[in-house]
């Protein structure tokens, strides 16, 4: 049986984990997570009771073994129809705003 | 008889002999869709242009007489999580507002090949993140059986189309109960097929190992039509089944009774929470089963108060990884006005997603991040391999299982929104398939106060033959099925 895990759900961890997930949230999200947070992991820690001991993990969802295929040379999506989604481009790139910013 | 209320095979008979045109018929959905939908919201994009083009070629495909399927020239409509080709697919997402795919999925391709008609695109929760639409980008839809009830989800939007008369059939998804939770609160027919029955290329994935494709339909005869045309192995999934696909409609014509079949029915979905009324209705849907020829015995699938939590923790970690491609670089929403790439991540993640999808992606962050990993995730895995079990164990004896779709009927737009873990476990009876991987059906069994009630048919993989000849048999002794919403007459 796996140890139980004592989480301190507070704005700290909502914070630090909004920052892994590339989330920008305002404080009154931050808040409503933090409350909703609590409920729901409180929730699913009903998952302790159960002995998995032995019991291996259910990765696998495809039910085909070892399956492969040709690798056969098909034509691309045009480079024009593909850009026609990118929010901004230039000469066929995209574009993007600098990445390393001087402090 | 109006056009909108031909079943698929009575459309296919009166196109194939020329009695009515396939322009005729989309032009007759077109305008209810034009009339209806405004109150009904079931569409988020409608292909007008596109769909006259393709109805247009049907017509031309009959007039020669070559190459036609149950299909041709039969108008349908998609969830919008399923790419098509030049139609916007938004996932009911602000970050997918404008999204142009340039390819069809694979299904999308089958019925295109079938010479099907593509309506539009149906409104849903979200990426597939919720239980009533109403976690929509856009607008909720609503109920066309009582416009203040949801009619479910995520699939929401579909049901209610297929429902209200505004789409013979539908393409659905369902990666948690998204075909047949709403199917069941709209009083449509619903299969959430085999894991890997249908391919998933061009999907725009929630949760990879629970999504599933579906056909959602007026009847089980109808719903196996359209899975012919799309089931099947696909070079372009890699997980998607390799058997050959059966004649499920030949299946049905021929089938009289339920004789020799073993129908188990698991006390675990009979207890505290289910409403008396959908008890009744499944009891007496069973009775009927029963006096097909079925045996109909008690079985046990011990680790069923668990689903949930497994369903949700999973989902949890594979949505976060899923949706971490929505950033602002090559497609969709881009929010510019930082200094710096990071700020572009940050800024179009928060403008873009709705309330739920951050809580989810935040949820399973937590649960993939280092340290809490083995508690959640790989906890959530392994229990799930005790469901597994669980099903595997119940069909050893049974060729089926008969539970309720969901607790209650269609609840009221605003009664749960509040409340997410509320929401979730309005999930409580749909969630165990898609750990197994199995088919599930939803067939209308009731109506209690104006609102369907739904009975789910589930078996082991591949066993969807099995599932729809049940389906078809108890349609055929009973007519929930064709019974309608108000609107339906409008």
């Keep these: ?103 | 008889m109006e056009l909108h209320e031909l079943s698929i095979q009575q459309a296919h008979e009166l196109l194939s002999s020329r009695k009515v045109s396939s322009e005729e018929i989309t032009r007759a959905y077109l305008e209810r869709i034009e009339r209806l939908d405004p109150q009904i919201k079931s569409y988020v994009t409608i292909s007008k242009d596109f769909a006259l083009e393709q109805a247009r070629e049907s017509d031309q495909r009959i007039k020669s007489g070559q190459g036609l399927t149950p299909l041709t020239g039969i108008p349908y409509s998609a969830k919008d999580s399923i790419s098509t080709r030049g139609v916007n697919t938004t996932c009911s997402s602000k970050i997918l507002e404008n999204y142009k795919p340039f390819y069809d999925s694979t299904a999308i391709k089958r019925l295109k090949a079938a010479n099907a008609v593509l309506l539009g695109k149906n409104n849903m929760d979200e990426f597939g993140m919720g239980s009533s639409t109403e976690n929509s980008g856009f607008f909720t839809t609503h109920n066309p059986w009582n416009f203040d009830h949801v009619p479910g989800g995520s699939s929401g939007g579909s049901a209610a189309a297929v429902a209200a008369g505004l789409t013979p059939f539908a393409l659905g998804e369902d990666t948690g109960g998204s075909v047949r939770m709403p199917a069941s609160f709209c009083g449509v027919t619903g299969l959430k097929t085999t894991y890997g029955r249908v391919s998933r290329y061009g999907l725009i994935p929630l949760a990879s190992s629970f999504d599933t494709i579906g056909p959602m339909a007026r009847s089980v005869y109808d719903v196996a039509l359209v899975l012919e045309a799309i089931a099947g192995h696909d070079p372009k999934d890699s997980t998607s089944r390799i058997e050959p696909v059966q004649q499920y409609s030949e299946t049905l014509k021929k089938s009289e009774n339920l004789h020799g079949l073993r129908i188990g029915i698991p006390n675990e979905y009979f207890v505290e929470g289910l409403a008396q009324d959908v008890e009744f209705s499944l009891r007496t849907a069973i009775k009927q089963i029963e006096a097909l020829g079925a045996e109909v015995v008690e079985v046990s699938l011990p680790h069923t108060q668990y689903a949930i939590p497994v369903y949700y923790l999973i989902l949890f970690a594979e949505a976060s990884s899923n949706l971490a491609k929505y950033d602002g670089v090559r497609f969709g929403l881009s929010e510019r006005d930082g200094d710096s790439l990071m700020d572009v991540y940050f800024k179009t993640r928060e403008a873009g997603f709705g309330a739920e999808t951050k809580r989810r992606i935040m949820l399973g962050t937590f649960a993939l991040s280092a340290g809490y990993y083995d508690a959640y995730y790989l906890k959530a895995q392994k229990v799930r391999t005790l469901i597994r079990q669980d099903f595997q164990k119940a069909f050893e004896t049974c060729d089926a299982l008969i539970t309720p779709v969901a607790p209650t009927t269609a609840f009221r737009i605003g009664e749960k929104i509040t409340n997410p873990l509320d929401m979730y476990l309005s999930d409580v009876f749909v969630v165990a398939v898609n750990l197994a991987g199995i088919p599930a059906l939803s067939v209308p069994c009731g109506i209690s106060n104006g609102l369907p009630i739904g009975m789910q048919i589930m078996g082991p993989p591949l066993s969807e033959e099995t599932l729809l000849r049940i389906g078809h048999m108890y349609q055929s002794q009973t007519d929930w099925h064709m019974k309608h919403p108000p609107c339906w007459n409008d």
């Design chain 1, 1 to 103: 049986m796996s140890k139980k895990v004592e989480i301190q759900v507070d704005e700290k961890l909502v914070k630090e984990i909004a920052l892994l997930a590339r989330l920008d949230l305002t404080q009154e999200e931050t808040e409503m997570f933090v409350s909703q947070f609590k409920d729901i992991l409180d929730y699913v820690s009903v998952l302790n009771e159960v002995d998995t001991e032995n019991i291996p993990p259910a990765y696998l969802s495809s039910a085909n073994k070892g399956l492969i295929r040709e690798d056969e040379i098909e034509e691309s999506v045009p480079t024009k129809e593909f850009l026609a989604n990118v929010p901004q481009a230039k000469d066929d790139y995209i574009v993007i705003p600098r990445v390393h910013i001087e402090q």
